[in-house]
């Protein structure tokens, strides 16, 4: 069965010996249902120049010029 082959790189006593997660997504068993090849997801930089987001952060007893320094 074509599945064996992923839970046989998942199921692992050490997960140092493990194989990598872009060999695990690119496996066909996990993108069978999938129109687009599966992505490790990636999360995306805070925007602390929003002024909305800044001020959010002051009122949660940040400084300004805590925020700005980051």
Do not use: A, C
């Not at 997660?21 to 999938?34: G, P, T």
């Not at 995306?44 to 952060?57: A, C, E, H, R, S």
């Amino acid at each position: 069965m074509k599945y064996e082959n992923l839970l046989k790189k998942l199921i692992i006593f050490n997960p140092i010996k493990g194989s990598p997660l872009d060999e695990i997504i690119n496996d066909s068993w996990m993108n069978m249902s999938h129109e687009e090849e599966l992505m490790p997801y990636t999360e995306l930089l805070p925007d602390y120049k929003d002024p909305g987001q800044t001020q959010l952060m002051v009122s949660m007893g940040y400084t300004w010029e805590g925020i700005h320094d980051l």
